[in-house]
């Protein structure tokens, strides 16, 4: 009886021609992304590495700069090597934030779920998650309200194959905890990276009335795609804020 060799060990049929540590790299890649190895982790230490895959320190050592410049790894001085994490580790972490002024303390905030839909992917959304047109996407609907006002509504649209169960997790989790932390801790998709765009708009009826505005009120309009693992883009939102108060960051 043949028995299957785990996924993330090397596959001889397609690794055989690369250099050995190129094919340590890929080996302990597939143990990440099959989550043999979760986010924090600590992996084996080189000489452990070394012996086990029958090659020189220097070798494994190679192996995994590799994957730390590619994000999947990084070095603490005197404690080892571990499974990169989101850069955001806070649970308490929120992009939107507010303050009248850098040492003005924060006003009380509330996140409400609103809905959570699966809807063909629109061209561009696709295009900046590098999924096929129309590929299916999970959108998830929030209202952040400061001081009990409506502040941003937020569309996150993630692959649905990719995030499966993610459209029926407790509404409670999408209002208590950081959405980056449900997605690294339920499936190992740590945020290695954000980037924004910004803009004024006016605002359509329906984040008109979600946010208690005027039709064509002005608004912000921030546009964010995040990524995980080497560079691989996991998440795009749109985030749509009340004006006259300050959007506080901190990086």
């Known amino acids: 009886m043949q028995h299957s060799q785990p996924s993330y060990l090397p596959r001889r ?69 571990f499974v ?53 996407l999970l959108r998830l609907e929030r209202l952040i309200s400061i001081e009990d006002r409506p502040f941003v509504l937020v569309h996150s649209y993630f692959e649905e194959a990719r995030f499966p169960g993610l459209a029926q997790a407790d509404p409670r989790r999408f209002e208590q905890e950081a959405l980056t932390l449900i997605i690294e801790n339920d499936y190992a998709t740590p945020t290695m990276a954000a980037h924004e765009l910004g803009s004024a708009v006016s605002a359509t009826p329906e984040v008109a009335a ?21 560079e691989s883009p996991y998440e795009y939102r749109q985030s749509f804020c009340v004006s006259g108060r300050k959007l506080f960051r901190s990086y």
């Open 210 to 230: 979600a946010l208690q505005l005027p039709e064509s009120a002005p608004v912000l309009f921030l546009e964010m795609l995040s990524f995980s693992y080497d």
């Open 13 to 81: 049929d397609a690794d055989d021609h690369l250099p050995a540590y190129a094919r340590i790299s890929q080996s302990l890649r597939r143990q990440i992304e099959n989550k043999v190895w979760q986010p924090g982790n600590l992996i084996p230490t080189e000489s452990r590495l070394a012996q086990e895959h029958g090659v020189s320190v220097g070798t494994v050592r190679k192996a995994l700069q590799e994957l730390v410049l590619a994000g999947f790894l990084h070095r603490v001085q005197g404690k080892g090597t």
């Open 84 to 136: 990169a994490g989101s850069f955001i580790r806070s649970k308490n972490h929120r992009f939107y934030r507010t303050h009248t002024a850098f040492d003005a303390p924060e006003p009380e905030r509330r996140c409400a779920f609103l809905r959570a839909e699966v809807e063909p992917g629109q061209d561009f959304i696709c295009r900046y998650l590098q999924l096929a047109t129309g590929t299916s």
